[in-house]
């Protein structure tokens, strides 16, 4: 994966996961979430049964976790959706570098959700929510005139 991906699989390195690969070698990998050569990021159903193998309340190993990786990708996947939208949208009218603060932020969480640090993403996501709220709050002023 790091020959094609190398800026997403440096980030890998730095995490927890990694560490944990490379000592035990057995931990999440690159394919744990996205298959063998897709790209795609999953929905939050590969989290609640994948994570939950390792974090959970038998193994003591951060159960609380899962949990909270999900309700950011939930988050995110929503934010997504209205993210394409808006860029869509200001594209067809010559404003495309309006959504370009929420393509920045987006992709930065999207690229540092391989270092597993729940933490900032859940903030970078809230984030990236209220940007978007801003875009539509602005658009809907408009829309008024």
């Known amino acids: 994966c790091g020959r094609c991906h190398s800026d997403i699989y440096g980030l890998f390195t730095q995490s927890k996961h990694y560490k944990v690969l490379q000592g035990k070698g057995v931990a999440p990998n690159c394919i744990t979430c996205h298959g063998s050569l897709n790209a795609r990021t999953y929905n939050t159903s590969v989290i609640l049964e994948t ?3 390792c974090h959970n309340k038998k193994t003591k190993n951060h159960p609380e976790i899962v949990q ?4 950011i990708l939930s988050r995110l996947n929503m934010a997504d959706g209205y993210r394409k939208w808006a860029a869509l949208y200001y ?3 010559r ?3 309006a959504v370009d603060k929420v393509n920045q932020l987006y992709k ?6 391989h270092l597993f640090s729940f933490k900032n993403l859940d903030e970078n996501s809230k984030q990236a929510a209220a940007e978007l709220k ?3 709050v602005e658009l809907k002023k408009k829309k008024k005139k």
């Not at 930065?108 to 959700?113: G, L, M, P, Y």
């Open 91 to 93: 594209t067809s009218e």
């Open 134 to 136: 801003n875009l539509f």
């Open 108 to 113: 930065a969480i999207a690229d540092s959700w």
């Open 51 to 53: 994570c939950t193998s």
């Open 95 to 97: 404003q495309s570098g």
């Open 68 to 71: 909270h990786a999900d309700r």
